[in-house]
């Protein structure tokens, strides 16, 4: 088992309520979606598997090691968990803060130690990859939206993660660069990677993911199990304020 989710509660500092009383289970090689309208808590969740917040109730636990504020004390655990685990923000903006795209690329293989051969065979491999070696040269500031979310997303391959969670990644893309990254997650399945998406785009989820958590709006899970089923199921979507 790659994550086991123990009757998580959030709540944020403000005393207002992220999630309540979440259990689920992931396993290596898993292709979930997190569906549920703005304000469910599809990123709260997000956060909680990369180790960004908390709970304030249950466990969150990473192949047995319970992901608290304690527990990333350790350099070594938060090494191997942050080289494990890599997350793209919905706001590429908040992500992208190198001169280049290849020093962006760069910087997650340095942190890692790696030396310069290997940082330089990281990047260039990824960008083969992700098909943006003409992006290499250019200052992110002056990037497309769609550009700099293929960055965000190249900056967090080149850690070569096994889990990779990205929150709302179809959000605002025009239709050839919503193809490039359904296509490009589809290539991440055929390596063996795990993803999580958040989302709401219940079309293009179809093309990513097999799997389903449905969180209600008062940030419960409705469902969770097979996408197809939950897709069918309009009474429950209705429910959740998806159609």
Do not use: C
Not at 54 to 82: C, I, M
Not at 199 to 224: F, K, P, W
């Amino acid at each position: 088992m790659l994550f086991e989710i123990r009757t998580v509660g959030y709540r944020y500092p403000d005393g207002n309520l992220g999630l309540r009383d979440i259990s689920w289970q992931l396993d290596p090689g898993d292709r979930w979606v997190i569906l549920g309208a703005n304000g469910s808590g599809k990123s709260t969740l997000l956060r909680l598997l990369n180790g960004l917040l908390f709970s304030s109730e249950g466990e969150t636990v990473y192949r047995g090691q319970n992901l608290t504020e304690h527990s990333f004390k350790d350099p070594h655990f938060t090494a191997q968990f942050r080289r494990s685990v890599g997350f793209v923000f919905q706001n590429a903006d908040a992500q992208l803060f190198n001169s280049t795209v290849r020093e962006e690329l760069e910087y997650g293989p340095r942190q890692l130690g790696l030396n310069d051969q290997e940082v330089a065979e990281r990047v260039e491999s990824t960008l083969a990859f992700l098909g943006i070696q003409h992006l290499s040269d250019r200052p992110p500031f002056r990037l497309s939206g769609g550009e700099k979310r293929k960055v965000a997303l190249a900056s967090v391959l080149t850690i070569n993660p096994d889990v990779i969670l990205l929150d709302e990644p179809f959000l605002g893309l025009d239709p050839r660069s919503q193809k490039w990254l359904v296509q490009t997650v589809q290539k991440l399945h055929e390596v063996g990677k795990t993803t999580v998406i958040a989302s709401h785009d219940l079309e293009t989820v179809r093309q990513v993911a097999n799997r389903a958590v449905l969180l209600s709006e008062s940030h419960e899970v409705l469902a969770i199990g097979d996408l197809t089923t939950i897709l069918a199921n309009e009474s429950l979507l209705s429910e959740a304020n998806l159609i």
